[in-house]
């Protein structure tokens, strides 16, 4: 099966439209091939200027851009929701101080506020959020995890994948390990769609947050992007990595092996934070 008639499937039988948050290295990517793929799509951004010069000017009809911070609850306008199936939330911030916490963009107001404030706007309509987590959100307190927490980003994600969670809302949240791949940002939406995995292409999903190691963005991207259409990862927690070696690709098949591989009957949700 071609990968063109997976995106074809995809759009017409179960996508009518997706909303993206952030352009992150891997938003950019799960926004790239939402678009190959002719998914009628949205993204909420901070500064909507970044989307007009990574994918140029999109048909207005299949690409909407909104203008929003996920800290401001009075940014996540309901109208954005419009017709909206699916939302992947790729928002994120260092885990240590950078010019990117400045105007206090901390990991607690992105990682936790932000993640709450997305979900109590988000219509009960939502077919399914997938959230971009992190590896290592369960062990904060142990080392060497504890050492990334040090400023909290590991505790305030797993209180915003707990918030998810608890929230009613149909979810999969998808775990990666250090991300590899990347930076794209000065690339067009042409180079984006052409950018590969490099040897890094063979996939390991598990699950209980057990998994050490490194996933390349475009690994993660398409994992965004199957999840949503596999019934079975819904509410289901899944760690991911990438390894060299021939992967899945964009076959929904061997997708669906994988993540249903993956499934090993753990409790997604435990230990709650709150
Ligand atoms: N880097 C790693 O090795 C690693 C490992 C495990 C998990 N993760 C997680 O994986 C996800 C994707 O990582 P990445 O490295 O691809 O992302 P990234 O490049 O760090 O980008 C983060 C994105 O979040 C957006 N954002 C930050 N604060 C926001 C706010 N208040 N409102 C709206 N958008 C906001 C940023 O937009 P602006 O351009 O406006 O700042 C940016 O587009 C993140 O959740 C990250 O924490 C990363």
Known sequence: MSCDFVYWFIHILVQPLSLSLSLSLSGQLVVASLLSRGIQSRLLLRDPSKAVSLFGQQNDHTFQVWKGDTRNPNDIDQAMFEGVTHVICCTGTTAFPSRRWDGDNTPEKVDWEGI?????????????????????????????????????????????????????????????????????????????????????????????????????????????????????????????????????????????????????????????LF
């Open 116 to 272: 709450r404030n997305l979900v109590n706007m988000m219509p009960r309509s939502v077919k399914r959020l997938i959230l971009v987590s992190s590896v290592g959100v369960t062990k904060y307190n142990e080392l060497p995890w504890s050492i990334m927490n040090l400023f909290g980003v590991l505790k305030y994600k797993k209180m915003g994948e707990d918030f998810v969670c608890n929230s009613g809302i149909p979810y999969t949240i998808i775990r990666p390990g250090r991300l590899t791949d990347g930076p794209y940002t000065s690339y067009d939406l042409n180079t984006l769609l052409k950018a590969t995995a490099g040897e890094r292409r063979a996939v390991i999903l598990d699950q209980g947050d057990n998994l050490v190691g490194e996933v390349s963005r475009l690994v993660v991207a398409e994992a965004c992007i199957q999840a949503m259409d596999i019934e079975f990862t819904e509410g289901q927690i899944y760690e991911i990595n990438s390894v060299k070696g021939e992967g899945p690709g964009c076959d929904p098949v061997k997708w669906r092996d994988l993540f249903k591989a993956a499934q090993a009957n753990k409790p997604s949700c435990t230990s709650s």
